[in-house]
């Protein structure tokens, strides 16, 4: 058996080495190399995320209208109550408790309704550890549920922190928006306040008003620049996490479709399975909601820049409103690794999907 390893599996010997996988491999081997390819993926991770933070943190520095900080603090508050709600609430941990309470079924009905025999042991993972696992039945079931919560934990995390760094892009657009559609009515009524006669009025707008609309025309347009900048980053921070989980998801649906359909009349099993059916579906809302938003708020920017009264700034400031609209007229958006928008249509269509793969796999039950 070793020669045949040896002699037909010796490129996936090598392979798996690299990473730690290899069963012959010492055991520092195989804790030492996951750590240190596990570190170096998070690593990159992290130094995106510091600069994100970073350029939050500067978002607030350069946002200093009383409006344009009440909005950013309005979308930081609602942001913190998702992570929260999202954190804590049943979407995750409710499907995760009824997925972790199988195993210990047959313990706890051997205490409501107890038998002549003990019932058989199950198991949340079906992986064979080289003992009896019935022998050592609660260690492996304590190795089982702290994996669960582990990685659960880690997509938690994750997910918090990309509803979170979303919902600032939003509150940056809507903060644009709010400015360009007030802008010229603020200059208006600033300037009313100014003066108590009609023609020093009409002198300070034919001297000032004009070049206080144009800088604060070119403040809004570099705000709109750090938006887009920002947006680019989380995309390109998240772009693989999304990928990844779009691509688990989609092979949840293929080969689980086909376990639901084949374990219909037992019921215990099929549970398991649709919990994670759903809990897939719910992770990926979670991903596209917050990319639907920020494409609204995006595009919102271009409506609001269209309403504005235009015809009553200067010529060089209609020149950089073409800039702002053309810019404005292609929704910034999120992806799956550049190869899917993460938006509610796209949701919608993976949700129908589903339902007509599953329905189609019924016909030939």
Not at 19 to 41: A, E, H, V, Y
Not at 149 to 157: A, D, Q, R
Not at 262 to 287: C, D, P, Q, T, W
Request: net charge positive.
């Amino acid at each position: 058996m070793q020669s045949a390893v040896k002699r037909y599996y010796s490129i996936n010997k090598s392979l798996l080495s690299k990473l730690g996988g290899w069963p012959t491999q010492s055991r520092f081997m195989k804790i030492l190399l996951p750590t240190i390819i596990t570190s170096f993926i998070f690593s990159i991770g992290f130094l995106e995320i510091e600069q994100m933070l970073s350029l939050i943190d500067y978002h607030w520095r350069v946002f200093t209208h009383s409006m344009e900080v009440q909005i950013m603090h309005e979308y930081a508050v609602i942001g913190r109550k998702m992570a929260i709600s999202y954190a804590v609430a049943v979407m995750i941990y409710s499907l995760m408790s009824l997925y972790m309470l199988i195993p210990v079924t047959p313990q706890l009905l051997d205490l409501l309704m107890p038998l002549n025999k003990s019932r058989p042991y199950k198991y949340l993972f079906d992986v064979d550890y080289g003992f009896d696992r019935e022998v050592y039945y609660y260690p492996v079931l304590l190795h089982s549920y702290l994996t669960t919560v582990l990685t659960m934990s880690v997509m938690i995390i994750t997910d918090t922190s990309y509803m979170s760094l979303a919902q600032h892009a939003c509150s940056l657009f809507a903060a644009i928006g709010y400015r360009l559609e007030n802008l010229i009515s603020e200059k208006n009524s600033k300037g009313s306040g100014r003066f108590k006669d009609a023609d020093a009025m009409c002198r300070w707008k034919s001297r000032d008003y004009e070049n206080e609309i144009y800088r604060e025309f070119v403040s809004l347009l570099r705000k709109h620049q750090l938006s887009l900048q920002y947006v680019r980053l989380l995309d390109s921070s998240f772009e693989l996490y999304s990928f990844m989980l779009l691509f688990i998801t989609i092979i949840i649906m293929s080969l689980l479709g086909i376990q639901i359909i084949s374990l219909m009349n037992r019921k215990e099993e099929m549970i398991r399975y649709v919990a994670i059916v759903i809990g897939a579906f719910i992770h990926l809302f979670v991903l596209s909601y917050p990319g639907q938003r920020i494409m609204d708020h995006s595009t919102d920017v271009f409506h609001k820049a269209y309403s504005m009264l235009w015809y009553k700034t200067s010529r060089r400031t209609t020149q950089l409103l073409s800039i702002l609209l053309y810019r404005g007229l292609t929704p910034c958006t999120l992806t799956a690794g550049k190869i899917y928008v993460l938006s509610m249509a796209n949701y919608a269509s993976m949700i129908q999907a589903a339902v007509s793969y599953f329905t189609a796999l019924s016909s030939f039950r």
